[in-house]
């Protein structure tokens, strides 16, 4: 079916007046009728461009004036604040690369550092866990000796700690 409608379109295009041409005039008086064209144009960008120019110049001429007493200018007062902004920017990033800088030193120390094989007691009544109940008589040891070594060694630490803040204070 659409080839039979390609072929009658085909026909039909054929078929056609070839010769008889309309032709265009692009004559603007044609028929008598002829209107002048009125354009209004507005001035642009660039007269308003200009015509601005003159209160920004003297707004930026008063402004870069120094105040009567010896004061800084607008401008140098802003041109201040941009420069101690930027050693604020400047202080911060430096505190924190040395803050970055210092993790990954603790980071590699702490993945190096060898484990230490010996574990102290936490506390001496790791050595008697079990029930109290139904114990025969002499089966727990008597551990005051080892309560009193620990005991020293914890008063020594406490004062190794005291020692090393008061030498830190002075």
Request: aromatic share 10%.
């Amino acid at each position: 079916m659409s080839a039979l409608r390609q072929r009658a379109a085909c026909v039909a295009r054929q078929t056609r007046l070839t010769g008889v041409r309309n032709t265009r005039s692009y004559a603007s008086g044609s028929h008598g009728h002829h209107h002048e064209h009125t354009v209004e144009e507005s001035f642009g960008p660039g007269f308003y461009l200009a015509f601005a120019a003159i209160p920004v110049s003297v707004f930026v001429y008063q402004i870069s004036r120094p105040a009567k007493d010896g004061e800084l200018t607008t401008i140098g007062k802003w041109l201040e604040k941009a420069a101690d902004l930027s050693r604020e920017w400047e202080e911060k990033n430096h505190n924190t690369t040395a803050a970055i800088q210092q993790a990954a030193k603790d980071k590699h120390l702490f993945y190096n550092v060898q484990k230490n094989p010996h574990i102290e007691l936490s506390y001496p009544e790791t050595f008697q866990h079990g029930s109290p109940y139904n114990v025969p008589a002499g089966h727990y040891v008597n551990l005051d000796k080892v309560i009193a070594h620990y005991q020293k060694q914890h008063l020594d630490e406490e004062a190794r700690k005291a020692q090393k803040l008061a030498s830190k204070a002075e």
